[in-house]
């Protein structure tokens, strides 16, 4: 069975510019997650999808940042305009449901670096 | 609210030797607990999770973890430390109260280096 995948790994981008963020959870997986390790940092919540819908963005730091999962299958986020505090690591996870014995499965995470 | 706090950022061991990371929690109601490692270049993968039951849990790859709800503990513990057990882990805590969060909150990582 394929793990959450998330693309690109790395991506490094200069202050302004856009950059998009994509996961694939696991086939099967309803519930979606985003979130952001800044480094040296707690791992903080972003948002949650239930399939295509938002459950839960009260982790998301402002209007730059958005998020989508069209069909309820992959999920993108979109930082535009990016600035220096959005640098770090970007993890998506994935779980077949919220109850206490689902543990959620995550990806390997994306890199941003703005410079 | 629920916190989560892993007072050591790392934690060096000699191979062969016991190895233990430090997690404190706070909750509103009863703790679910869990422990996530991140080896490099990779995401996080689950090692166990405390939800009821016995306080000591086994988890992935020799690792287990002891629920001490008077201190509001869950160190992660290895009887014996490989090099390849280097890697960052953390903390996660929900509540289970009623109402409480379903989202974990994670601590800040500890980073586990074993020396050969």
């Known amino acids: 069975e394929a793990g959450v995948t998330q693309f690109p790994s790395h991506s490094v981008i200069e202050k302004g510019q856009t950059v998009t963020l994509r996961c694939d959870p696991i086939?099967?997986?309803?519930?979606l997650y985003w979130y952001r390790r800044v480094m040296g940092k707690e791992i903080k919540f972003l948002l949650h999808?239930?399939?295509?819908?938002?459950?839960?963005e009260s982790g998301m730091p402002n209007n730059r940042f958005l998020a989508e999962r069209t069909g309820g299958t992959y999920s993108t986020l979109k930082v535009q305009p990016a600035e220096l505090e959005d640098s770090g690591v970007y993890f998506c996870?994935?779980?077949?449901?919220?109850?206490?014995?689902?543990?959620?499965?995550f990806g390997p995470g994306t890199r941003l670096t703005v410079l | 609210a629920q916190s989560v706090a892993q007072p050591e950022d790392q934690v060096n061991v000699a191979e062969g030797n016991p190895l233990t990371v430090k997690c404190t929690y706070s909750?509103?109601?009863?703790?679910?607990l869990f422990w996530y490692v991140q080896y490099p270049n990779r995401g996080l993968q689950f090692l166990l999770k405390?939800?009821?039951?016995?306080?000591l849990v086994k988890g992935s790859y020799g690792f287990e973890a002891e629920f001490n709800k008077s201190q509001t503990s869950f160190h992660l513990k290895k009887p014996s430390a490989l090099v390849s057990d280097s890697a960052l882990y953390f903390c996660?805590?929900?509540?289970?109260?009623?109402?409480?969060?379903?989202?974990?909150?994670f601590g800040r990582g500890t980073s586990l280096i074993v020396h050969p």
């Open positions: 999808f239930v399939k295509e819908s938002k459950q839960d």
């Open positions: 996660a805590v929900r509540d289970s109260a009623s109402g409480g969060s379903y989202i974990p909150t």
């Open positions: 996870a994935s779980s077949p449901g919220t109850g206490s014995y689902n543990e959620q499965f």
């Open positions: 086939s099967g997986h309803d519930n």
């Open positions: 405390y939800i009821t039951g016995d306080n």
């Open positions: 909750v509103s109601g009863n703790p679910y």
